[in-house]
């Protein structure tokens, strides 16, 4: 019988971190925590061998947070290197949850935004810094930052930094911190350009690998359909009726955006974010896809690398890539730390070579299939595996982002979001959607998917500020309506618990009965400065995969 997972006062955490953790819903360590936290704690460097999705954020992100001290200007005494804009703002959003309750401040720097708020935040003062090589290597010219007082350096996706021809910059910059530091590093491999990155920069390190069933393919179940070339988009389409949210990957950003034109004309909602795209207009559509405006949400790799996505319930290849590590690597935008998905490859009979390659590659069983919307709907909507909840969800509710419904701060990785997806089929009027977002919406109704709804995308911070993952708006208030039978199917009236902007998902206090899960799939017309705590609410009751869930909730 496998012993208890640790817990993560065990681990060596104080009580507030503990209970910091326990109220967004984290209580239990994934894998790759319970292997590094007790060594990165005691201040010894690690080399972590983990996929997108593990929970490798918050398991450096706790050392910084406890081994780090106060930061005079333009010192900061921790430092996060990452190789995109998107992930910096979803790391320092991670981290500003966790600085929540002690005086350390958190920044991001990237490019493709003005060099100003950047500045005034590192004239104040920040301790824990998250940055690009390319921006934070401007800075650092400029006379603007000085990485001689960093005490902890994370270097995090360091394989894709490789494949992206940031290390030379990556070790320049550490050049210029203390020898004295302590070193993390996570990637999905350790072998190449990375283990020159370890063996020069870090002293002894315990190198932690989570075992092949954890590394590999994702808890996922992956089907490979064959579809003529000219029939993906329709097929595509379908898929995204089916399942609710979806990130859909295509090899350029041409075929991104004609993938998301004619998923739109197929009336399913949808936005591409490339290169090409500027920083705000990346933030817009992947706010747009986290708040559900739009279901699809079409990206290239690059693009799509701060997209950390919790449950998010499809990931579809259009273009199915060649490697195995880049096809895991996308796969890993579902199933993200213990949740379960669907991986779908849309596979040209051409490619049929190729593709059994990559399956073998990648760990899979061969096999190409025809499509089959049945089975697919069969494994959406399948129970979840016996046993415990995914990581970090408390046993009571749904696993968020399982098939259930839920939402990490939604596809939004770039600065904001959250995915929503709806659990019970629902005919909505589309939106229109601003240009710059590069967001095309249907212009008739749509009728959205059935099926359980799905948990967005997670992205963090941006340059500007973002509200509390606990919302903001009117003074809380209980509501003195009689409340009436919430069996499901029926109608019920209970106040807001609590809601997780940031991930998508919250409770619903019902006196006398198990807290009602709500996904941010299940907001009818809801403002997102309304979702505080004691909000009297109204909703409907459904059984959903992990139990009862409320459904056509609205805020009064």
Not at 275 to 282: H, L
Not at 433 to 454: V, Y
Request: with cysteine; glycine share 8%.
């Amino acid at each position: 019988m496998p012993s208890p997972a640790p817990t993560f006062a065990a681990l060596g955490l104080d009580d507030a971190l503990v209970a910091g953790l326990a109220r967004r819903g984290i209580t239990t360590p994934t894998a790759i925590q319970a292997a590094t936290l007790p060594d990165s704690l005691a201040g010894r460097d690690v080399s972590g061998k983990a996929p997108t999705g593990s929970g490798k954020t918050i398991a450096f992100g706790l050392p910084l947070v406890l081994r780090t001290s106060a930061a005079r200007p333009h010192r900061p005494t921790g430092l996060v290197l990452v190789p995109t804009r998107e992930l910096a703002a979803q790391v320092a959003e991670e981290l500003r949850h966790l600085v929540r309750g002690t005086r350390h401040h958190v920044a991001a720097i990237y490019g493709g935004v003005g060099f100003g708020p950047q500045r005034a935040a590192l004239r104040r003062g920040v301790e824990l810094l998250v940055a690009c090589p390319g921006r934070l290597a401007d800075l650092v010219q400029q006379g603007d930052i000085d990485l001689g007082a960093v005490e902890v350096a994370v270097v995090d996706e360091a394989d894709r930094m490789a494949d992206m021809g940031f290390l030379p910059e990556v070790r320049r910059l550490l050049d210029r911190t203390p020898a004295a530091r302590q070193t993390l590093l996570f990637s999905a491999t350790l072998d190449g350009d990375v283990d020159v990155v370890v063996r020069h920069y870090q002293r002894d390190p315990v190198r932690h690998e989570l075992d092949d069933a954890a590394t590999d393919a994702p808890d996922a179940e992956h089907r490979f359909w064959l579809v003529p070339r000219d029939d993906r988009a329709a097929r595509c389409a379908e898929v995204v009726t089916l399942a609710g949210p979806t990130i859909v990957f295509c090899r350029t950003k041409h075929g991104a955006d004609r993938t998301a034109k004619r998923l739109t004309r197929d009336g399913v909602r949808s936005v591409a974010i490339h290169g090409d795209r500027s920083q705000r207009q990346r933030e817009q559509a992947l706010a747009a896809f986290a708040d559900g405006k739009v279901q699809a949400l079409v990206a290239t790799d690059v693009a799509a690398r701060g997209i950390h996505v919790d449950g998010v319930a499809c990931v579809v290849h259009f273009d199915p890539p060649a490697d195995a590590k880049d096809y895991l690597h996308r796969s890993g935008r579902t199933a993200r730390a213990g949740a379960t998905g669907v991986v779908l490859s849309l596979v040209d009979p051409g490619l049929r070579k190729a593709v059994t390659k990559l399956q073998r590659d990648a760990g899979l069983p061969d096999g190409l299939v025809r499509p089959n919307l049945d089975d697919l709907r069969a494994l959406l909507d399948r129970p979840p595996a016996a046993d415990a909840p995914a990581p970090g969800v408390p046993a009571s509710a749904p696993v968020p982002g399982s098939a259930s419904a839920s939402a990490s701060i939604s596809a939004s990785t770039s600065a904001s979001a959250s995915t929503s997806a709806s659990t019970s089929a629902s005919t909505s009027t589309s939106a229109s959607i601003s240009a710059s977002a590069s967001i095309s919406a249907p212009t008739s109704a749509s009728t959205s998917a059935p099926g359980p709804a799905r948990k967005p995308v997670r992205t963090d911070s941006g340059p500007a500020p973002h509200a509390a993952s606990d919302g903001t708006g009117d003074t809380p208030r209980r509501s003195s309506e009689p409340r009436r039978s919430s069996e499901p199917g029926q109608p019920g009236r209970a106040t807001l618990k609590f809601f997780d902007r940031r991930r998508g998902f919250g409770f619903i206090d019902r006196p006398g009965e198990v807290d009602l899960f709500v996904h941010v799939s299940a907001l009818v017309d809801v403002p997102a400065d309304r979702l505080v705590e004691g909000r009297p609410v109204s909703f409907d009751v459904e059984a959903g995969r992990k139990g009862e869930q409320a459904v056509r909730v609205r805020v009064h």
